[in-house]
Structure formats: structure tokens, C-alpha cells
């Protein structure tokens, strides 16, 4: 009796070490399908200047990969060859129901509007951009990423304008791409800051019509330095590295825009570095962490280190460089209030 009572309780036994390892299994299957369910994927839409640029474009790309590898999102970049690819490029993301697709830069406004609407239930973000501004009307799944680029740009100014006067000229010079507001606040940041620090400083001002074609750029700058240029501040993306060729061509310096600059050779006195790599980081982030806000924008300022200054070359006085930096607390408190607008 004792033996055949032995019996069942072994297959009790072992049913119930089965069932836990089931029950462990199920679990770890839980686990995973969670942890599928939490990698988060984001799509990067580039301008025609495409990821390459060594500008604007490029330094989107950067932000992605950060998130990439430290936030664990998974990116994809996409690479647009033509106007006409922005749609299409969108509405792919969208389509693959990625959880953000970010458009790099206000080339890409009508088409990330269009698209916004045709898949309100998927997120975008575009670069450098108001939701306020046509043709969104406050779309509740759009954020814009807009940058303060008139508080570097003005430190940016000081800076050349005392260089210029130090070469026995009160003459610097800007070169655009197309006349638009996010390419004018860095001129108007700009032409102020060197009128503050130097007064009476000529600011020459052309635009290429153009974000690519560096001839186009190259020919403007060697001209504004015939007309006694000693600064030559690029703002035209891919375009502007034209201008700051001429620089190097004419032996005067080149200001940078967007990244860093500074590899591209000695002639680069600094840069007015546009945080897009943070901006595209932290709105990653906020995709990961539930605390994106469409309908809105997300302003990167002096203050919370969305621009910023470049390497500054080892050339130019430290006294210069103290002058500069002197600006910066009086436009973090509104003491300076730096122009938007020409």
C-alpha cells in the first residue's frame, strides 16, 4: 500500500517541476516580448545636402546614432536625393509605424505637414522649424525643434569684429544660403554682437540662393573679401564650405556654422555650433521616456547648451576670448536681448 502510494505523489512531483519550468519559460517569454516592445524606433529624413554635409545634416545623423547606442532606439536614416523624395521617405516611416520620423530641416515643412496629416496618429518632429509658422497650424503630432542661434551668433560677432579691427579694418562679412528666418537670426545675432564690441564695424551680407553648390557661395565670399573683408561667416550648409574656401584662398578667417568646424583647416577662427545632435538626441528621449509634446516647440538656447561656441583658434587673443564670454551670462538673463531679425 505504502509503495502504491508512492506512485502518485512522484507524478505530482514531477508535474509540478514541469509546470514551473512552463511557467518560467512563459515568463521569460513575457520578458522578452516587453523588452521588443520597448525598443523604440526612430526615422531621420535628410535635406538634399544629404547626411555628408559636414553641416547640418551630419550632425542630425550624430544625434540618431547617440541615441542609438546609448538610449538602444533603433534608427534609421534616410537619405534624400531630391525634393520630390521627401513624401515618400515620410510616409515610409509612417507607414512602418516607426514611433517618431524626424525631418532635418525647414526644406522639409510642406512635406512633413502633408504627411503629418494623412497619418495623424504617427509622430514627427522636424529640425530647425515652428509648429506656429505655415503651413502647420499647431499639428497636435508635430514638435518643432527651433534653435536661439542669434545668442551664439552675437558672441560669434563680437568676437570677429575685434579680429578684424586688430588687422586695421572694420569690415567682416556674412554669406547666406536662402534668405529665410533661420538663416537671417544668425546674421542678425551676428551683425549686432560686432557692432556691440566694435562700433562702426561694416557687415557685408549676400546669399547664395543655394544650401549646395559652393561655387555659388565661393564666388560671393571671394567678392565681399575684395570689398576688404577680414571675417568671412559662412550660414549656407553644404553651400557655405565654398565660402570658406575663399577664405582659405584669400588668407583670411572663416566662421562655421552648425557643428564644429574647425578640422577644415587654420583659417577657421570658430564656429556657431547648432546643437541638432542634441536636439535630436533629447527628442528621442522624450519618444523613449512618454514626454513628447506635439503642437509645441522645443527651444535650444544659450541656457540650456543648445548652441554654442566652436574650437576657438589658438591665434586669437585671449583677451578677445574674454570679451566674448563676458556676453554670454547678459544673454542667458535677457540683459542683452540678441536680434532674430535683419
Given at each position: 500500500m505504502k509503495a502504491r502510494s508512492l506512485i502518485p505523489l512522484g507524478i505530482?512531483?514531477?508535474a509540478a517541476v514541469v509546470a514551473a519550468a512552463i511557467a518560467a519559460l512563459a515568463a521569460s517569454g513575457s520578458s522578452d516580448a516587453a523588452s521588443v516592445q520597448k525598443t523604440y524606433r526612430i526615422g531621420l529624413v535628410s535635406d538634399v545636402g544629404r547626411f555628408n554635409d559636414r553641416s547640418f545634416n551630419q550632425s542630425a545623423l550624430e544625434g540618431l546614432q547617440r541615441a542609438q547606442r546609448t538610449l538602444k532606439v533603433r534608427g534609421r536614416p534616410v537619405e534624400s536625393r531630391q525634393t520630390s523624395d521627401y513624401v515618400p521617405n515620410l510616409a515610409s516611416l509612417a507607414r512602418?509605424?516607426?514611433?517618431l520620423g524626424i525631418s532635418v530641416g525647414f526644406l522639409l515643412a510642406e512635406a512633413t505637414n502633408t504627411v503629418a496629416k494623412r497619418f495623424p496618429q504617427s509622430k514627427f518632429a522636424i529640425i530647425?522649424?515652428?509648429v506656429n509658422a505655415?503651413?502647420?497650424k499647431k499639428n497636435k503630432n508635430v514638435q518643432g525643434l527651433t534653435f536661439a542661434t542669434n545668442e551664439n551668433s552675437y558672441m560669434i560677432g563680437c568676437l570677429a569684429a575685434l579680429m578684424a579691427n586688430q588687422a586695421g579694418t572694420k569690415n567682416i562679412s556674412a554669406v547666406g544660403g536662402i534668405k529665410l528666418p533661420t538663416v537671417d537670426i544668425f546674421i542678425a545675432g551676428y551683425r549686432a554682437g560686432a557692432r556691440r564690441c566694435v562700433p562702426g564695424t561694416t557687415v557685408q551680407i549676400g546669399y547664395s540662393q543655394d544650401f549646395v553648390a559652393q561655387d555659388k557661395c565661393k564666388e560671393i565670399a571671394l567678392n565681399q573679401i575684395d570689398q576688404g573683408s577680414q571675417v568671412v561667416f559662412q550660414v549656407a550648409g553644404g553651400c557655405g564650405l565654398g565660402a570658406l574656401d575663399a577664405a582659405k584662398q584669400r588668407q583670411v578667417w572663416g566662421i562655421g556654422v552648425d557643428?564644429?568646424?574647425k578640422s577644415l583647416g587654420r583659417h577657421i577662427m570658430t564656429s556657431a555650433v547648432k546643437r541638432v545632435d542634441q536636439a535630436v538626441y533629447l527628442t528621442a528621449q522624450a519618444i523613449k521616456n512618454g514626454t513628447f509634446k506635439g503642437g509645441t516647440d522645443a527651444t535650444f538656447n544659450l541656457k540650456n547648451k543648445g548652441v554654442g561656441i566652436g574650437r576657438i583658434d589658438a591665434r586669437v587673443p585671449?583677451?578677445?576670448i574674454t570679451r566674448m564670454n563676458?556676453?554670454?551670462p547678459?544673454?542667458?538673463?535677457g540683459k542683452i536681448k540678441a536680434p532674430s531679425k535683419l
Open positions: 505530482v512531483a514531477v512602418q509605424r516607426y514611433d530647425d522649424y515652428s505655415p503651413p502647420f557643428r564644429d568646424q585671449k583677451r578677445f563676458a556676453l554670454r547678459l544673454l542667458v538673463s
